[in-house]
Nanobody
């Protein structure tokens, strides 16, 4: 059984930065892809970024390119999402998720239905 635990959310002013972490337990992230999604109340989960653990390949949604960076720490079995130049519209609950595959393309890993395990989420609030 895989458990994912997000941390690092909080309140920040527009233009500021936050760093989220997703720590995995129960299995290593090897042979997996870890993604970050976000969700506003009443809306579907939206893809933010993903990283293929074995290769380090990264994918980003267009609206975060140049502002967010996804990275991994092999020793800690943890994936990070560094969020810079935050905007009010980045306010959401952020979730990390794990897909038990590494061989598909960006279009595949954008889909929330491709992920097998989810964390509980962490709130990010950006004030104006």
């Amino acid at each position: 059984q895989v458990q994912l635990a997000e941390s690092g959310g909080g309140l920040v002013q527009a233009g500021g930065s936050l760093s989220l972490a997703c720590a995995g337990s129960g299995r290593t992230f090897s042979d997996s892809t870890v993604g970050w999604f976000r969700q506003l109340p009443g809306k579907d989960r939206e893809f933010v970024a993903a990283i293929k653990w074995n290769f380090g390949t990264t994918y980003y949604a267009d609206f975060v390119k140049g502002r967010f960076t996804i990275s991994r720490d092999n020793a800690k079995n943890t994936v990070f999402l560094q969020m810079n130049s935050l905007k009010v519209e980045d306010t959401a609950v952020y979730y990390c998720a794990l897909a038990r595959s590494v061989y598909y393309s960006y279009s595949y890993y954008r889909g929330s239905d491709k992920y097998d395990y989810w964390g509980q989420g962490t709130q990010v609030t950006v004030s104006s």
